[in-house]
């Protein structure tokens, strides 16, 4: 597990590669990111879920 010392340490070293400018559009872009990932995983769980009640429907008849 990372101290609170490695984790200062980090980022620090971003800043100094990117720039404190460039970090605040790099922590939105992951953002966008993540939620967008997120986003995905809910749809293919909702339409497997759809998907598994037309062939439940299917086989009943």
Do not use: C, R, Y
Not at 20 to 47: C, H, Q, R, T, V
């Amino acid at each position: 597990m990372l101290s609170e010392t490695h984790i200062i340490l980090v980022v620090l070293l971003i800043a100094l590669i990117f720039g404190a400018k460039k970090l605040p559009e790099i922590g939105a872009g992951l953002g966008k990111g993540i939620k967008n990932f997120k986003s995905s995983i809910k749809d293919a769980k909702e339409n497997e879920e759809e998907h598994e009640k037309i062939e439940n429907k299917e086989n009943k008849q």
